[in-house]
Structure formats: structure tokens, C-alpha cells
């Protein structure tokens, strides 16, 4: 029979359990046995989960207290000098203390860099190495998930690592920078010496996942791959290698060539690739065809997938295994705790939890024919027939637009030159904000008495008027050129656009981990999205209504909602961008015909959006950009449009960010210490340029004379003419006791550059 495995399951809860434990231990109301309780009960409860939906092999070690990047690093005892030594500490503690900037001593220190994990909106804590480094076994955490997932009676276990050159790809070097490559003999011995302790502990399997393959690699990387794994080919254990988040491609005959037991392939991701490897894969090895999506919340089309399988199945026998397209990590736990989502989106969708039984029902259906696999699969083949068909996804009005979507209504009237005139006069180095201000504890008490019915909608509405006055007045006194009116109407950036828009459906319990005990509730773009009414005007107008000085109004571009929705898989994401992009370009036009002539369209995530192989950008860019410009392109000459990204390297993309043609790009760059702005010189960026002048992340008070400092620093880098004078970001998660005094600073520094010049 075919082998059922996964990779991982979500770690945090289904009710967020362990969030709320990490976070009262930090808070000191917990103490570390506590939270191992509550991190035992979980791992328990998934294993068992796990075990009854029928898989053949469950993996140990996917949980993770914080990161399992970082696990790995403590397991090889690749800790950064500044933290001391923290071996005599629990794991656990470690990993808090690398992972929240502490030393061993409890001193603060640089935490461990975070960044994205591919294409994902989880993030890891990035190995930092140095020269000469040994790789050592250094922690145990591992080695007791083993044994404890054992006296639970689960026999059939399969840990599950990072691999070695994956481990590597992701880490950094410290300040002197060599080939990391170097430390591979070291690293290789250290995971010969782990999988011993493995087979010592009665495991056959283990995976090494290695999705560094689905990314361009350098000539000497792959080259490491087969050097590697060719020394860890004697090793006790049955490997499998796991590859996922997009096909191979050029790596595909390396991939299919290591000496390894088994390779897991993405098919979701790469289905054209299943057959192909197939061929190319030695008699001895198993092939894992990852065919269940973990990266989208939808209930897989069975009978589609058995399709591929059948063919597969016939050549591979029992060589073939099935399993979710990567971890689970990244989809909710369970679909059941929605009892209040709507029953037709629901009968559409599955959560970690369904995705293992659809796991199960995939296995029997490839194991049965003719009707006994028609009645296996007749409740899946019906969701499916319903949602292709439903009018709730299909609004014919929607689709006719975007036919008849011309080049034109992409483009404005005029170039950025002849629009500067037309539009409104400012000083020198005008000063504003990103949008959003103090996010305090009496408007989000205020929005969760409005829920839940404490509050009626006047209520509410007065509420946020009252706050919108407030910083008026505030950025009045400051002197600040274009207000904005600080978005405390808005829970989130993206949801507050979702829930408005026709189209999108909100669970309660969906949350994902982002990192550490931070989980993101993605909205789901379910169907074709329309806009039914004006979603932002009556707050920029009633701001505007209060002041003299201009309002930017402030909306969320199509690519940032597609970025950090789960979207839907039956039409291509460039489709769904644009119809997001027409129902934002209404709200455009209706924002100026409400008088606003300055109007910020964010675009925090159009890099996130990047595919991985640097192959597949263009193409990306080219429909991202576009609707971006669809959005915008709506106005006069005479009204400004502004965009604002959050960090991010501008460098390879620049053709791309001018080619948005924005009026204003304000960026995060004060990190940078304005070196981002040199891709905009380089280029010749022809517009204006708003390079955050301090840090919003910190709570400290930015100084004057470190604002102006960086002024300079911008200004031998832009014309002063294109200058703004803005933060790096929104300033929703700080407090008026620390926006007051850095806008404070931020507009002396602004005064004392205009005298100037
Ligand atoms: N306008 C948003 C704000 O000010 C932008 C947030 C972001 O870039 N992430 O909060
Ligand atoms: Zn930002």
C-alpha cells in the first residue's frame, strides 16, 4: 500500500495555546515547566491527530517553542559569540535569549536577524557563522522529542531536520565575510553524528528538508549537495530528502541523482515535474509527491489529483509515498473551530486538520477503482462541481470589466514633469507621515465594544471622528505639510479593505505563525472581488473638512491584499490582482472627487511577492506593477499619488518601482543609512523620494541632529527638489508619548534644512 507522511503540523494551537503560554512565561507569570506542559500537550495532541487520521509515518521535531531554524542551530551548537555561553541554559531558554536579544548573563544584545522563509510569510531567526567554526552537538531537543513521541506509542516516527546545505544557504557570516562552504566538512560530521544518535534511538527514517533546491544555485553550492550527502551515504538511517515551494528545474537531475533513500517533491508547486522524476530516479528510491497544498486553506479536487497519481502509481508502485506539499506550518490548524464561517465557503475549504483526512481519502481512492472510487470521492467530486459553478466566485459583472480592462486605463495622462505643476504647492522638502497613528488601548476598546454590539455604529463613528480631530490638531501644531488622518478606524491594513470588498471571508481561529509566538489571520479572497460602496472616503473627507493644509488619502494597493490574503487557486494570482486593482481604482476616483488631492496607495509587499527563481520575476513584476498602475492611473494630472514600501532592497527592481510611476515613493530606509537611495540615483529615478528618516520598530526618540544627518546623506544622493521629509513607516504600534517628541525632531530638522538652502 501507498505511504502517507507529513512534514510538519502547525505548532501553535487551534485555539493559539501556545502563544498565550510562550507569552506569559516571558511576561515571568509561568513558570518554564508550565509552558513545557502546555508545549508537551500540543505535541501529544498532533501526534495522536496525526496517528488516527491513518499516516504512515508522523514527524518529530516540526514543533518548534519558537523556530525550528533556530533549534537546528542550537542542536549544532552555532551560537554568535555575543550571547555568551548558553549551554548551560535549556533549550528553550537559548533559544528565547537568541531569539529576544539577551545574553547569557540576561544583559540586552542584538537578537538573531529574522527574515523571511522563502516565499512564506513565516520567518526564521538566520544562523550567523564564523570562520573556522566546529559543529558539535549541542542541544538534546531532538533527541527527547524522539523518545518522547515513543513512550506515547508512536512507533512509527519520522524526524524531521534541516538539511545541511539549506541550513547553510540561509545562514550569514559575521562581520568578516568567507565562503561558507567551508565549514561543510565540519557540518557534515555534525549530522552523521545526529543521525547515529537517531538509529541508536530505533529511527528508520529521517527527513532532511532541502528546499534550497527550488532556488538558483551557484555552480559550487550544487556541487556541495552531491559532495555532502555522498559522505553521509553509509549513514543507519533511510533518508529522504524533501524539496518544496516551487519545481527544481536545472537542479531536477541533482536532485533526482543524491544518494539518498527518498526524494519528496512539491507537486503543487511543480506537477510537470512528478513524471519526469520518475523517470530520472534510481530503482531504489521512493518517490513522495507532495500533491496536498499546505500553503492555501482550499480542499483539494481529489479526482484531479488522482489523475497524476494513477500514472505514477503504475510505474512506481509501492515506491510511490503521498504527503502535503511542504509543513503545514503555514495553514490554520482546523477548519471545525469556524462555526461561524459560512457553510458554502466552508464546504470549500480545508485547514491542516482536513488536509491529513483528504490525505487518507487520496490513498484509498488510489487504491480502489471504477464506482468504488466514484462513492470514495463523490462528497469531494461535489464540492468541487459547486464551488467551479457557485455565483458566489463568479460575478460575470467583475469578469467583463476585466475584459474589457484596456493599456490605457493603466497609464496617466501626463509624465511625472508635466503633472508637478498641476499638483499642489509645498514647501521645499515637504514633511508628512505614513499613515497611521498611536493605535491606543481606547480605540481598540472602542472597535471591540462596536463587535460585540456594546457600541452602536454612531457610537463608533463619533469615536473615531473624535480621534481623527485629535490628530489633525496634533500635526497641526507640528507644522506638518500633508496630514493624514491616522487610520484608527483600521484592525489591520489589509483585512479592513477585505471586509469591506465583495469577495473575501474572515475566519476567527485562522491564524498562522509569523514568528515567534506572532501568528498573522490572513482573509480569504474567495471569488471575484467588487467594491459595493466608497470604503475610506467619508474618513479622508471628514479629515479633510478639518484643515487647510492637504489629506493624503490612504488605501492598501492590490499586490499588498493579494500578498497576504490566502487567495484563490482557480484563476491565475495576476487576475485576482487586477480585480483588486479596478475596485481599488473606484475608491481612487471617488476619493478625489471628494477633494482629496494626495492619495497614498501602500504597497508594503510587492517584493514579498517575488517567485523564487529569478527567472519567474518579470513576469511577476510585469502584472504587480501593472495593477499598481491600474489602481492609480484613474486621476487627473493635478491629483498626487503616493506609495509607500516597507523594507526592502530596491537595487534589481528599480526599472520595476519607477515604472509604477508614482508621484511620491516613500520608503524604509533609515536602517540603511540611506544607502537604499543609491538604486534611486543610479537610475535617475525621475519623482519624488520620501526616505524614512528614523526608525519606527524602536522606541527611542530619534535626535535631530541625527535626522539632518541623514537629510545630507540623502541629499547627495536625490536632488533636493524630490526630497520628503517623512518616517520610516506607519506609527500605529508606538505611543503618542514617543510620536510627539521624534515628529518634534523630525520637523526642526526639516526647518534647519530649508535655511539652508
Ligand atoms: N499606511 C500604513 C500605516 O501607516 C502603512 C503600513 C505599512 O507600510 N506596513 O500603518
Ligand atoms: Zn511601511
Known amino acids: 500500500m501507498t505511504l502517507l507522511h507529513n512534514s510538519g503540523f502547525p505548532r501553535i494551537g487551534h485555539k493559539r495555546e501556545l502563544k498565550f503560554a510562550l507569552e506569559r512565561y516571558w511576561r ?18 498532533h501526534w495522536q491527530l496525526q496517528q488516527d487520521a491513518g499516516l504512515d509515518l508522523i514527524p518529530v521535531n516540526d514543533f518548534s517553542l519558537y523556530d525550528q531554524i533556530l533549534d537546528h542551530s542550537l542542536l549544532l551548537s552555532a551560537v554568535p559569540s555575543r550571547f555568551g555561553d548558553l549551554s548551560r541554559l535549556t533549550h528553550a531558554d537559548a533559544a528565547f535569549c537568541i531569539a529576544r536579544g539577551k545574553n547569557a548573563q540576561g544583559q540586552p544584545v542584538a537578537a538573531g536577524e529574522m527574515t523571511k522563509w522563502f516565499d512564506t510569510n513565516y520567518h526564521f531567526i538566520v544562523p550567523e557563522l564564523r570562520r573556522g567554526q566546529q559543529f558539535l552537538i549541542g542541544s538534546n531537543k531532538l533527541f527527547e522529542e524522539v523518545a518522547e513521541a515513543r513512550a506515547l506509542g508512536h512507533t512509527n516516527i519520522k524526524p524531521v531536520l534541516p538539511g545541511p546545505l539549506t541550513w547553510l544557504w540561509l545562514s550569514k557570516t559575521g562581520e568578516a565575510e568567507f565562503d561558507r562552504l567551508e565549514l561543510l ?17 530505533g529511527v528508520e527514517w529521517v527527513q532532511l528538508d532541502e528546499p534550497a533546491l527550488a532556488l538558483d544555485l551557484p555552480a559550487a553550492w550544487k556541487q556541495a549537495y552531491e559532495s555532502a550527502y555522498s559522505r553521509l ?67 483539494s479536487d481529489l479526482a484531479q489529483a488522482l489523475t ?51 490525505l487518507a481519502l487520496l490513498k484509498q481512492g488510489l487504491h480502489a477503482t471504477g464506482e468504488q472510487r466514484s462513492l470514495l470521492l463523490a462528497d469531494n467530486t461535489r464540492a468541487a462541481q459547486t464551488r467551479r459553478q457557485s455565483t458566489r466566485i463568479h460575478n460575470p459583472g467583475v469578469q467583463e470589466r476585466l475584459q474589457s480592462l484596456t493599456a490605457d486605463m493603466a497609464q496617466r495622462h501626463s509624465d511625472y514633469r508635466k503633472r508637478r505643476p498641476q499638483q499642489i504647492s509645498l514647501p521645499l522638502f515637504p514633511t508628512t507621515t505614513i499613515g497611521s497613528f498611536p493605535q491606543t488601548a481606547e480605540i481598540r476598546q472602542a472597535r471591540r465594544k462596536f463587535r460585540q454590539g456594546q457600541m452602536d455604529a454612531a457610537g ?25 488622518h491616522g487610520e484608527a478606524e483600521r484592525n ?67 499586490v499588498t491584499i493579494l500578498n497576504w490574503s490566502f487567495v484563490r487557486n482557480d484563476q491565475p494570482r495576476a487576475s485576482t490582482c487586477r480585480q483588486l486593482a479596478l475596485a481599488l481604482r473606484d475608491e481612487v476616483r471617488d476619493l478625489e472627487r471628494a477633494g482629496i488631492r494626495v492619495i497614498q496607495i501602500d504597497e508594503a509587499a510587492l517584493r514579498e511577492g517575488l517567485p523564487l527563481r529569478r527567472s519567474d520575476w518579470q513576469e511577476y513584476l510585469d502584472w504587480a506593477v501593472e495593477s499598481f498602475r491600474i489602481s492609480a492611473a484613474a486621476v ?30 516613500t520608503i524604509e530606509t533609515s536602517r540603511s543609512h540611506m544607502e537604499l537611495l543609491d538604486a534611486f540615483r543610479d537610475f535617475d529615478y525621475p519623482a519624488e523620494i520620501g526616505p524614512g528618516v528614523y526608525d519606527i520598530h524602536s522606541a ?35 505611543t503618542w508619548e514617543e510620536v510627539q517628541p521624534a515628529l518634534e525632531n523630525m520637523l526642526a530638522a526639516a526647518r534647519q534644512l530649508r535655511q539652508q538652502h
Open 492 to 558: 489591520d491594513m489589509v483585512e479592513y479593505f477585505g471586509e469591506q470588498l465583495e469577495g473575501f471571508a474572515f475566519t476567527r481561529f485562522g491564524w498562522v505563525q509569523s514568528y515567534g509566538s506572532r501568528c498573522v489571520k490572513p482573509p480569504i479572497l474567495f471569488g471575484d472581488v467588487s467594491r459595493p460602496a466608497p470604503m475610506t472616503v467619508e474618513w479622508s473627507s471628514y479629515a479633510q473638512s478639518l484643515t487647510e493644509r492637504p489629506m493624503k488619502g490612504m488605501l492598501t494597493g492590490p
Open 636 to 665: 487627473q494630472d493635478s491629483t498626487q499619488i503616493h506609495t509607500h514600501m516597507c523594507y526592502s532592497e530596491f537595487n534589481d527592481i528599480m526599472p520595476f518601482i519607477a515604472a509604477m510611476d508614482a508621484d511620491v515613493i
Open 28 to 45: 515571568g507569570e509561568d513558570s518554564l515547566e508550565k509552558l513545557e506542559s502546555t508545549a508537551a500537550d500540543l505535541r501529544a495532541r
Open 700 to 734: 527611542n526618540i530619534p535626535r535631530q541632529e541625527d535626522i539632518l544627518a541623514l537629510l545630507k546623506k540623502a541629499l547627495e544622493r536625490i536632488p533636493a527638489e524630490h526630497l520628503w521629509i517623512n518616517p520610516d513607516c506607519g506609527l500605529k504600534t508606538r
Open 233 to 299: 551515504q553509509g549513514t543507519p538511517v533511510k533518508l529522504l530528502l524533501a524539496t518544496y515551494f516551487g519545481p527544481l528545474k536545472d537542479n531536477l537531475h541533482l536532485a533526482a541523482r543524491l544518494p539518498v533513500d527518498g526524494l519528496h517533491l512539491d507537486a503543487v508547486r511543480a506537477p510537470g515535474e512528478l513524471l519526469n522524476l520518475a523517470d530520472h530516479l534510481p530503482a531504489y528510491k521512493v518517490l513522495s509527491a507532495g500533491i496536498i497544498d499546505g500553503r492555501n486553506i482550499w480542499r
Open 185 to 201: 566538512d565540519s557540518l557534515v560530521e555534525a549530522y552523521g553524528e545526529i543521525l547515529l544518535r537517531l538509529a541508536g534511538l
Open 308 to 358: 497524476v497519481l494513477d500514472p505514477l502509481k503504475q510505474r512506481l508502485g509501492k515506491r510511490l509515498w503521498l504527503a502535503p506539499s511542504c509543513s503545514l506550518l503555514h495553514v490554520p490548524v482546523d477548519l471545525l473551530s469556524e462555526a461561524e464561517l459560512d457553510k458554502e465557503l466552508k464546504d470549500w475549504m480545508a485547514f491542516a486538520v482536513q488536509k491529513l483526512d483528504e
Open 460 to 484: 463608533y463613528r463619533e469615536k473615531m471622528r473624535e480621534e481623527i480631530r485629535k490628530v489633525v490638531k496634533i500635526q497641526e501644531r507640528l507644522g506638518l505639510d500633508v496630514l493624514v
